[in-house]
């Protein structure tokens, strides 16, 4: 997986993502700290042409430098249990439950980091894994959030109400937001672009919550309804 820009680089050299080599356009200016940072982690850099880094870039705006790493390791949900529990807060999950726009993916994941959530969960068919175009969205949010990647949403719905976790979906039909109470141990799902969350998935759901709207659109970009809930919970949790 190709991590590509200045600040995308700069974070995951900052993270403990594994980076193979970084590949620094020879005409690049303004790359020392990336090349002091890569020697002393030990990390091959390159000097190439830039019509290189065009041809390896898949975002094409690679700003002179790609860092090659591996793919992304995601956790287990049992992962981001234990990392709530060790920091003896109540749980912050966020489920997406077929979320396709990378762009959307990154931006949910720089708010879920924003706010404190303690990760989130994507299930591993039928929508975006975390790709270069997530990485660069997210603005290096991804290196600091844990993300589960799981087979079956709804099953993972069922163990986390098994284990006396509250789960909300997000829909127009539901309940306002802002009479819910959201300081327990909560996970939100957050349904896909075009058909939100399923039907099935609705129903097994603690409840359904609405955000109110006055305008005459009736719906809410994926990201930004997840970031007005989100920032709902913290809210609350703040108090």
Do not use: W
């Amino acid at each position: 997986m190709n991590i590509e820009g200045k600040n995308p680089v700069k974070e995951a050299l900052d993270s403990n993502i594994a980076i193979s080599k970084i590949c620094i356009s020879k005409t690049a200016h303004d790359m020392q700290s990336i090349v002091d940072i890569a020697r002393k982690k030990n990390i091959r850099v390159d000097f190439v042409d830039k019509a290189y880094l065009d041809r390896i870039s898949e975002s094409k705006r690679h700003q002179g430098v790609i860092a090659l790493s591996k793919d992304f390791e995601y956790c287990s949900l049992d992962d981001i249990l234990e990392y709530a529990k060790s920091k003896g807060e109540k749980l912050f999950l966020i489920i997406l439950d077929g979320i396709e726009d990378p762009h959307n993916l990154g931006s949910i994941i720089r708010v879920a980091e924003c706010v404190g959530a303690h990760g989130i969960v994507i299930p591993s068919r039928r929508s975006v894994g975390v790709n270069a175009t997530v990485l660069r969205t997210s603005a290096g949010a991804v290196n600091h959030m844990r993300i589960a990647s799981v087979v079956n949403i709804n099953d993972t719905i069922r163990a986390l109400k098994d284990d006396f976790v509250n789960v909300y979906c997000a829909d127009m039909n539901g309940d306002c937001l802002y009479d819910s109470h959201l300081k327990e141990d909560t996970a939100i799902v957050i349904g896909s672009e075009g058909f939100g969350v399923k039907q099935l998935t609705a129903k097994l759901c603690t409840g359904v919550l609405s955000i109110p709207q006055f305008g005459k659109v009736n719906s809410l970009n994926a990201s930004v309804a997840c970031g007005i809930i989100c920032y709902e919970v913290a809210r609350q949790r703040l108090k």
